[in-house]
Structure formats: C-alpha cells, structure tokens
C-alpha cells in the first residue's frame, strides 16, 4: 500500500512537471476584501461594514455577544471625524427558526453628527416589516447614551458604539498580488512538483506575512444580551447577519399610514469573506449587498464550485483522498511551506453542494448551546459564529483548498484533470499560473500572520492588539499619534 501511494504522488509530480513553463494568466476580475468592497458602501463608509461577529460571551455563558464594525481603515489621526451616520440603520437580523428570514432585530440608530450624537438602541424585538426595507422599531429605545459611552439598558442589555481597534488580520495586499499574477503564493518556496513560486520571505520572528489591517481602528456597533433574548424555545441554533439601511427621500417612502421612514438596505454582511471570494467586484456586489439571505441559494449556488466527494467524479481519481494527495506532492501539507490538512484524507462526503450547504444563505450560524472556546471548525457553516480573535481567513483557505473541485490540464493524469462535463470547478487548466488565482490563493491553507507554531491554534488569527475576554470584546483603538 505504502509502495502504490509513493508511485502515485511520484506520477502527480511528473504530470505536474510537464507544466512548470506554462504561460502565465491574469485573473479576469479583481477581488477584495470585505473593507471597501463595492462601489455604492466605497462612498459611504459610514455604512461599509466591515466585519460581523456573534459569539457566547467568555465571561458569561447567559450572554450573546453581536459586534458589526464600519468606518474601514479609519486612521488613528483622524479619530475624532469618525461616527455614525444619522441617515442610516444599522441592525442585526437574527433567525431563530431556520429559514433565513429575521425573526428578530436589534436596532441601532442615532441623531447629530460627530462623537457627540445620541445612540439609540432597540430590541431584540420582532420587525415590523422584514426583507431589505425596514422601519424603526416602535417604542422607547432599550438603551440611550452617546458615542464612546458603555450604554446599560433594561433585561440585561448591553452596548458600546465607538471606536476599537480593528481586529480583523489578513495580508491583504499579498492577495491582490496572488490575483494579480505578481507574486505567487503567500510564502516563497520551492515546490518539487511546481518548482520556485513567488512569494514573501520567511522573517526572523517567524513570520512572513503582513496585516493590512493592523494599526487601524473602526466605528463598531457592539450589543449584549441574554441568549434568552433571542432563542426560539429549546433550539439552540440562530442565524446572523448584519445590514445597514439608508434613509430614503418622503417621494419614495411606501404608500400607506404608517409612521416613520422607511430604510432601504444597501449594506450587508454575514459569512467572513464570501463577497470577496464569490461575488464578482463591482455592480454585482452592491446587487448582492442589496439581497436577502432567503435568496442566497437561488442566486448564488451557481459562483460556488462543487465540493469533492469520496467517489471519482471523472475518471481521474478526482476524490477527496486524491487533492490531499496533490497537495502533499506539492509540498505544502507540513512547515514552513504550508500547514496540514484540516480534514483527513479519508474525509467522508458524498454531496458535491456540500460547500453551497456551508457557505448559503450567507449568514453566520451559532449555536447558543456550545462552548464559548469552540471554534466549530466546518461544523456548523465555516464555524460556530465567529469571535474576534478567531483565523477566520486560514478557516476559509484550509476548507476550500481541500474540497473545492479543481479542472487540472487535460492529459495530465492529475486528479481532476478529466472532462469538465457538468462540473463546476476553479479553473486551473494552466500550470503552475491557473487562470482562476484562488487556486493559488488557497493553496498553502495559511497567510502566515503569526509564527510559525501558532498556526495549528484557528483562535488566534495574530491580532496586532490584545483582545479582551471581557466587554466590550475588543481593544482600544489606536490614539492620536
């Protein structure tokens, strides 16, 4: 068995071999991250989310934690212009019965301008009307303070709305490098399958990435409350996702009696990452920013390529044992040039939309009832909610280099290799440079952001800052240099 296995991986380094001098290909279309994302929320950064999280707090297992940040790449020197926008509303939906339509809302609004403004924050409560327009919820507001105040309100709520430390890490700009065909992966080496591939060196703290993101702030939205506050009766399970809605003008407010404005959603956000991966820049970002969860799987199943199985889906041994093998003769299944598989070869599936199940709706799922250490991994989406510490980008980059089908070149004997045929795969019929670069992206299941022995650890994404266990969650924000 050993002596087949050794013949196999030394037939996928010849194959590969037989393309190291391929010509090079551009992606077709750019990508970035969820920071300034889509040309309507580039305009309106005070409506730009740029992360979402839902957690059980660490310092008390009764409590839930929702966190939306906004203002992306706010600069320590301009910390007093930041603040919300009066014209927006900003909210958590949350489902609690399992069909990605909110069934509860917590609210955040606010009056004047600049960190003096009022914050008003309603909720959890059930919406008037739900769907992309929305109306204030009715009632006095369950807490009222200012920005960069801790706000208390009644059953236990919890709020602070202001600016924080930027949690979120990921070398952004080696990404666009990758997409761009200038560099190759996220760490240079020399593969013995794919010979030298381009990428950053290996630094002397051990390590080789960079954090776009480290050292500047963000506007964020953070609210505690009871689990009991939003779980549906013995079920355990909730959906989130954030939204931010603008204001619209008296001439296109709805026909009818009812009070108060009616806002248009424009931003939203669930899943880390999934616009950035799947959703081609431009106008059919902001089209999907405008969008619901209930329609995510009739949109969007089709960008999501199909996920490998333990059955060969054309004839060339294109299994989930048969990536992990292309992996380890491509040598990026140990350090320093990649990290091991998350999953073993022998990984079960037999359900190629299984990533459509993960990643559609684009909600983050949380189980109220599991620990508030269990990161989840795969378990229930990409993971059990997400926490500010959590590697979300390695949790994203391990799952899909390992399941996503991939079109190798024809001839190759390479697993998946074979005819395309009603597959939906990333296209990698060019070697080493596949013109889809998220075949690269992947590849090494890291972005080396921390040392090297903290990789295996996807609770530490290697935050520039400390991030508290206690409210509110996350660091103070850079100061005034």
Known sequence: ???????????????????????????????????????????????????????????????????????????????????????????????????????????????????????????????????ARNRRLKGAPSAQGTFGQTLTGANGLRAFIGLRDDPFTFDVSQFFRILNNSQDVFRQFTSPALGALRGRPLRADGTSGVDGFGGFNVTSIIVEVPKSAIQNGNNPNVNVWATVSQRLDDNEQEEGKHEGHVYKQFERMGQQVFATVFIPKGTPRDLENEEIPEHDVANYSSLIPDTLTTTDTDGTGNTIAGRAAVLSAVGVTALPNGVPLILPANFANSDKNLLRKVLLPDVLRLNLAAPATDVGVFSNGLQNGRRPGDSVVDIGLLGLRQLADVHFPAGTGLPGSGALGSRIALDCTVLPACPDRRVLVVLQGTTFNKPDAQLGDLSKAGNDAVLPLTFPFLADPHPLP
């Not at 077709?28 to 059980?56: M, Q």
Request: net charge negative; aromatic share 10%; proline share 8%.
């Open 1 to 131: 068995m050993k002596t087949n296995r050794a013949l196999y991986l030394v037939a996928i380094l010849a194959a590969i071999a037989l393309f190291v001098a391929a010509p090079c290909w551009r992606v077709p279309t750019a990508l970035a991250a969820d920071h300034r994302e889509a040309p309507v929320v580039d305009s309106l950064p005070e409506g730009d989310i740029t992360d979402v999280y839902a957690f059980v707090s660490p310092a008390d297992a009764s409590k839930v934690v929702f966190i939306m940040n906004v203002n992306p790449f706010s600069v320590p020197a301009e910390n007093p212009s930041y603040s919300l926008s009066p014209d927006f509303l900003y909210q958590f939906k949350i489902d609690n019965t399992g069909n990605a339509r909110e069934d509860l809302v917590i609210q955040v609004a606010v009056e004047g301008t600049g960190q003096g403004q009022t914050i008003r924050v309603f909720g959890p409560a059930r919406p008037e009307h739900t769907g």
